[in-house]
């Protein structure tokens, strides 16, 4: 397979269009894999500090010369330039001539008030995860996270209102994609009421209640977020068919949901946590009762499909920010058996995200 490079520069310099084709697997396709993989650090921070800049807000009206950015952003004009040139080369903006710098489709996503923003994601990894990450060694050599984490670390955040924002923000970011593919891949309309335990904001329950009309939903969740939650709820206009129920998992769940939601909680926890979590919710569904659990689930072996990065990635990112891990399909079945609870069936669909349904024995 040839793998093409083109490069365009549009008369700046009057060289033309010189393209570039490599075998794949060559030295030279191999060489380029990995400067880019060494380097990976660039796209979090360029992407990150973009974001908290608020460029893409900036940039929403149309086309605006770097000058009038960096007045906008309060920054130096040389390397405002040089970040929107960078954000360029990422696909988020594009240059028409030297001085002029326009928002893309992808570039749209970091803007604050888009749909599908995915400011509140960028904002946490060049935070909390930036900071995470950097312990990665420690990790590895330990077994242990490099930040507060489990329990005590979202006991930090229900205590910092502004962690709180960027870490429940982000999760919200992440998981609309997934929850609309589950909201459009499963059917709940079986159900009463269906509980999106540990469900932040709720993102999970909205899309599945705006999916099934005549369904009940609710989030169980730690009390600090009831507020924000309801507040989330009511822009998703979920209405009175929306609950929130104050809960600590750990301690007991409240029955009632004939199906429990569980969307990346599981991979928050190491097994012990979760077996305790687990029997929680099959006491609260009671025999017959449904799980969705919603996770990244890992191959049986390792392999380097792009598709599977990100379940990796968030399998090292556990590691290091929460103290959990990503399963595999053998692990989850086993982890579920010891809590008398029986996996039936995952489910792909367009995310990177599995359902997995399970019934409690
Ligand atoms: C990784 S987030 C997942 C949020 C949501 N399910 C999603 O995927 O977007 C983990 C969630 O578990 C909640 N959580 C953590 N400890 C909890 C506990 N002891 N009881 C109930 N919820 C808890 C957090 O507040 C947070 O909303």
């Known amino acids: 397979m040839k793998l093409a490079e083109t490069s365009s520069d549009k008369g700046n310099d009057g060289m033309g269009t010189a393209e570039k084709t490599v075998d794949a697997g060559s030295p030279l396709a191999l060489r380029r894999e990995m400067i880019e993989q060494i380097g990976g650090c660039w796209t979090t921070q360029v992407i990150g500090v973009a974001a908290k800049l608020k460029v893409a807000d900036h ?31 990422l696909g988020l903006a594009s240059q028409s001539d030297a001085e002029t710098f326009a928002l893309t489709p992808k ?82 309309s079986r159900f009463t009421e269906v509980a999106d335990l540990g469900g932040g904001y709720g993102t999970v329950i909205a899309e599945i209640l705006k999916a099934n009309p005549s369904l009940k939903g609710a989030v169980f969740d730690l009390a600090y977020l009831e507020e924000k939650t309801l507040a989330f709820q009511k822009a998703e206009g979920t209405g009175d068919r929306f609950r929130f129920v104050g809960t600590d998992f750990f ?9 429990f939601v569980l969307k990346s909680i599981l991979h928050d926890w190491d097994d012990d946590d979760c077996r305790t979590i687990l029997k929680a919710v099959a006491k609260a569904v009671g025999k017959g009762g449904t799980l969705v659990v919603i996770e990244q689930v890992l191959p049986a072996l390792a392999d380097a499909d792009p598709l599977h990065h990100s379940a990796f990635r968030t399998d090292l990112t556990m590691l290091l920010g929460t103290g959990g891990m990503e399963r595999t399909e053998a692990e989850y079945r086993a982890l579920f058996a010891e809590c008398g609870i029986t996996l039936n069936r995952i489910l792909s669909n367009q995310s990177e995200f599995h359902l997995i349904e399970a019934t409690v024995d």
């Open 251 to 259: 301690t007991e769940v409240a029955s009632g949901p004939d199906c």
């Open 107 to 188: 570039g749209e996503l970091l803007r604050s008030d888009a749909p599908n923003s995915f400011r509140g994601m960028a904002l946490s990894w060049t935070t909390r995860l930036w900071n995470a990450w950097g312990g990665l060694e420690g990790g590895v050599r330990t077994g242990e996270p490099s930040v507060i984490s489990g329990s005590a670390g979202f006991a930090n955040a229900a205590a910092n209102p502004e962690l709180a924002d960027v870490l429940n923000q982000a999760q919200a970011d992440r998981t609309r994609g997934p929850a609309r593919e589950v909201a459009r891949t499963y059917d709940f």
């Open 59 to 89: 940039l929403a009206n149309g086309p605006m010369r770097y000058q009038d950015v960096a007045a906008a952003i309060h920054c130096a004009e040389p390397s405002t330039k040089r970040l929107l040139r960078a954000m360029c080369s």
